[in-house]
């Protein structure tokens, strides 16, 4: 089945460590999102990928990075410089043409120890 | 720049009840709409869309929405809410040809018995 794979489920970071979380796709979708989620704040968007080996800043990209090298794959780094990282990280996909939406991962909870 | 409201963070009904998920936008162009559905520690599924072809919507679990323009609102109705529709339910606005989603702030639908 075609989907889009987050792992891990659950992660634990000790402060000053950097962390990678995983996304995979099997959609052949174009586009790919990074969102992170906290009570009461909705989705913001981290970083976006609309292209392979191009992406772009979303709404509160500073302490996280992104590589886009593989059309399938989005990992994305949570650096030492994010301040507050403990929270839930989506990762989705779209096309880019008709506006169908957006399909989601599962999800990952990241909590610093 | 496009934006969606979603008027009340938590709703609570009893099961059985109507279910009303308010949702107004902002949008300069003839929007896409969405309403996605979130249960704990999951990701977003997509419970309907709205792409032009029809004012009144229907989506999965029983779930419709009508798009006003008059009242630029895209409200999210069940007619008689369910345990199992305890969740979080977030309205979203496409912003045209970059296909990029624009997030309300969810609102938590609470069912009792």
């Known amino acids: 089945d075609g989907g889009i794979t987050q792992s891990p489920k659950y992660l634990f970071r000790k402060e000053g460590q950097n962390v990678t979380l995983s996304c995979e796709q099997n959609l052949n979708h174009d586009a790919m999102y990074w969102y992170r989620q906290d009570p009461g704040q909705g989705l913001r968007l981290i970083y976006y990928s609309q292209i392979v080996n191009d992406f772009q800043k979303g709404d509160i990209a500073e302490g996280y990075s992104v590589s886009r090298e593989k059309k399938e794959s989005f990992p994305l780094t949570v650096t030492s410089a994010q301040k507050n990282p403990t929270a839930f990280y989506l990762c989705?996909?779209?096309?880019?043409?008709?506006?169908?939406?957006?399909?989601f991962g599962s999800g990952t909870r990241l909590t610093v120890v | 720049a496009q934006s969606v409201t979603q008027l009340g963070s938590h709703v609570s009904v009893s099961e059985g009840a109507l279910v009303l998920l308010r949702c107004n936008y902002s949008s300069s162009v003839p929007p896409y709409l969405f309403w996605y559905v979130q249960y704990p520690n999951q990701g977003l599924q997509l419970l309907l869309k709205?792409?032009?072809?029809?004012?009144l919507v229907k989506g999965i679990n029983g779930f419709e929405a009508e798009f006003k323009k008059s009242e630029t609102s895209f409200h999210l109705t069940k007619p008689s809410a369910h345990m199992s529709d305890a969740a979080e339910y977030f309205c979203a606005v496409s912003e045209g040809a970059t296909d990029k989603l624009i997030f309300g702030t969810g609102t938590r639908l609470q069912v009792f018995p």
């Open positions: 989705a996909s779209s096309i880019l043409t008709g506006n169908y939406g957006y399909t």
């Open positions: 709205y792409t032009s072809a029809a004012t």
